[in-house]
């Protein structure tokens, strides 16, 4: 089998644990929330590969339909730049992305969860 990406769990410098989705070719499509634990981090892994494939709800177009959990909501953040995160079916957020230059990548960055995380392996990360 091909591994097509990691979830990375990495120690926060408060000593709790996040993690990053990662592409085969390095960059980084997600970041999580931080956890209490690395069980607990594991638990939103889980969670993201459950919704990876959830619709979307783009709140950058006027009058657009609200979905109902689980979805990837794509918004313009402070600077105008689009964005995604991804809400689990009890509305938490399991997962952001960082800003795109345009919608279209955005979209591709969703896609790209679709594409990674149901079969990325998990790495937990060594403090440096």
Request: with cysteine; charged share 20%.
């Amino acid at each position: 089998m091909i591994v097509l990406g990691r979830f990375s769990i990495k120690q926060t410098s408060d000593g709790k644990y996040m993690f990053n989705l990662i592409a085969n070719n390095n960059c980084v499509i997600s970041s999580s929330q931080t956890y209490a634990s690395v069980a607990n981090a594991k638990i939103g892994i889980k969670s993201v590969r459950t919704n990876c494939a959830a619709p979307v709800e783009d709140q950058t177009m006027e009058g657009f339909e609200v979905l109902k959990h689980p979805k990837y909501e794509v918004y313009l953040d402070v600077g105008g730049k689009p964005r995604f995160r991804l809400k689990a079916s009890n509305g938490e957020i399991i997962a952001v992305s960082q800003a795109y230059a345009d919608k279209s990548s955005c979209m591709k960055g969703i896609a790209s969860i679709g594409t990674h995380a149901p079969d990325a392996e998990i790495a937990i990360e060594d403090p440096e």
